[in-house]
């Protein structure tokens, strides 16, 4: 298996545009999930679904965040209009319904400049 | 409010010598504690976990424990090894789907 694909690796934009990360999780992964990785304050939850659903979107951080899950195998994070301070590094993150561990993918180096 | 807390950012240690990692966490309906293990340039991966039942679970050379009673867990690496030179992040759920994150301690193995 491939494991949890992410794209782009790197991401570097102006202030103000529009930014989609996208993943394609583990075939046959139930659950999807979207994390957040900043020196202060460490991986943090943004959003994850269950069977293409959003379960718990609490931890996105204000309504320029948004994210959707058209099919099983696609996912994508939209950031619009992006700010200096969403510069992090995004990852996504999937597991099977019985499984509790998460398999990660290499994550996307937002930098917003 | 980070409900877990690892307070060392850093760890140097001589190859051969144990490791210590240290977390911490507020929230009493915490069941399920993981450690994972992160190179740069990649995403974190599973490294051993323990349920709130147990203090103890080892894996080879790596070991947890868990003090309920202090809200405290622990991951031992012994030996360490400079392969073990990564950033370890500790995560508790309540619900085996919301996983709360540390802040990651950076280990340093010197050969």
């Known amino acids: 298996d491939a494991g949890v694909i992410q794209s782009p690796r790197h991401e570097v934009t102006e202030m103000g545009q529009e930014v989609t990360l996208r993943c394609k999780p583990i075939s046959g992964h139930d659950y999807l999930f979207w994390y957040r990785q900043t020196m202060m304050r460490g991986l943090e939850l943004l959003i994850y679904?269950?069977?293409?659903?959003?379960?718990?979107d609490s931890g996105m951080p204000e309504d320029r965040f948004s994210a959707k899950m058209p099919n099983a195998s696609f996912s994508t994070l939209k950031i619009q209009p992006s700010e200096p301070r969403d510069s992090a590094v995004y990852f996504c993150?999937?597991?099977?319904?019985?499984?509790?561990?998460?398999?990660f993918g290499s994550g996307t180096q937002l930098s917003v400049l | 409010d980070q409900q877990v807390k690892q307070n060392s950012p850093s760890l140097s240690v001589q190859e051969g010598r144990i490791s210590i990692l240290n977390c911490d966490y507020t929230?009493?309906?915490?069941?399920?504690f993981l450690w994972y293990k992160k190179y740069p340039a990649e995403g974190p991966t599973f490294l051993i976990s323990?349920?709130?039942?147990?203090d103890k679970n080892e894996d080879g050379r790596f070991t947890v424990f868990l003090n309920k009673s202090a809200k405290h867990l622990s991951l031992h690496i012994v030996p360490s090894q400079p392969g073990d030179s990564a950033v370890y992040f500790c995560?508790?759920?309540?619900?085996?789907?919301?996983?709360?994150f540390g802040s990651g301690t950076k280990l340093n193995v010197k050969p």
């Open positions: 679904f269950n069977n293409n659903v959003p379960i718990d």
């Open positions: 993150a999937s597991r099977g319904a019985a499984g509790e561990k998460l398999f």
């Open positions: 995560a508790a759920s309540a619900d085996f789907n919301k996983f709360y």
């Open positions: 323990i349920s709130s039942i147990k």
């Open positions: 929230n009493s309906m915490f069941d399920y």
